[in-house]
C-alpha cells in the first residue's frame, strides 16, 4: 500500500507563492499519472493539476498560468508552485496517485491546509 505524504502547505497573502510537496513510498513512482486535487469547505472535490509519466500536464482553467506541476522520480515526489495565490485558492489540498496496473486504485495523501488571506 503506497503512502503519499503531502507538506508545504500554510498561510500565504494575496499575490504570494507556496509550494507543495508529495512524497510517495514505494517503488515504481516513474510509471503513475500523479496529480493535486484540492476541496474549499462546502465544495466538491476538484482536480488542479496532473502530471503523466512521460511529463505532460494538464491544468483546472482556474489556476492555467498561475500553479505548475512538477515530478522529481529520483525521489518519488510531485510539487505543485503555486504563484499569485488568490483567496479562492484557499483549500485543503490533496496529492493523488492514479492506478496503473489492472485492479489498482487510485491512492489519495492525507492532504494539506493552504489559506490564502490578507
Known amino acids: 500500500q503506497v503512502q503519499l505524504v503531502e507538506s508545504g502547505g500554510g498561510l500565504a ?3 504570494g507563492s507556496l509550494r507543495l510537496s508529495c512524497v510517495a513510498s514505494g517503488s515504481g513512482f516513474s510509471i503513475y499519472i500523479m496529480s493535486w486535487y484540492r476541496q474549499a469547505p462546502g465544495k466538491q472535490r476538484e482536480l488542479v493539476a496532473a502530471i503523466t509519466s ?8 482556474s ?6 506541476i512538477s515530478r522529481d522520480n529520483a525521489k518519488n515526489t510531485v510539487y505543485l508552485q503555486m504563484n499569485s495565490l488568490k483567496p479562492e485558492d484557499t483549500a485543503v489540498y490533496y496529492c493523488k496517485r492514479f492506478g496503473f496496473f489492472s485492479g489498482e486504485g487510485d491512492s489519495w495523501g492525507q492532504g494539506t491546509q493552504v489559506t490564502v488571506s490578507s
Open 13 to 15: 497573502q494575496p499575490g
Open 54 to 61: 512521460g511529463g505532460s500536464t494538464d491544468y483546472s482553467d
Open 63 to 68: 489556476v492555467k498560468g498561475r500553479f505548475t
